[in-house]
């Protein structure tokens, strides 16, 4: 059985900093692409980061040069570091991943997601 379990979210100041951790079990992870995605109340989830299991990369504009994705496979995670937070920030981060997924393309396999809140 599949899971995919996040951690690492949190309340957090404008300007401050989180890294975000997602646990694989039952896969091969070092086959899966894996990605962040995050939904906002209101809004559609959207792609933050995605990263292939060649170690290939894809950010939305948005977080550019702010979030680094990176993946352990020895321990089956995939993190996401978020620095100089704004509120607009503020959602559900849901981890994902899958056999077939891409930079722009998630997997079939969704954590069950972490809130994020940047406020003062």
């Known amino acids: 059985q599949v899971q995919l379990v996040e951690s690492g979210g949190g309340l957090v100041q404008p300007g401050g900093s989180l890294r975000l951790s997602c646990a694989a079990s039952g896969v091969i992870f070092s086959f899966f692409s894996m990605g962040w995605y995050r939904q906002a109340p209101g809004k559609q989830r959207e792609l933050v980061a995605t990263?292939?299991?060649?170690?290939?990369?894809n950010y939305a504009e948005s977080v550019k040069d702010r979030f680094t994705i990176s993946r352990d496979n020895a321990k089956n995670r995939a993190f996401l570091q978020m620095n100089s937070l704004k509120p607009e920030d503020t959602a559900v981060y849901y981890c994902n991943g899958g056999p077939s997924a891409g930079l722009s393309k998630p997997g079939m396999y969704w954590g069950q997601g972490t809130q994020v809140t940047v406020s003062s």
């Open positions: 990263i292939t299991n060649s170690g290939n990369t």
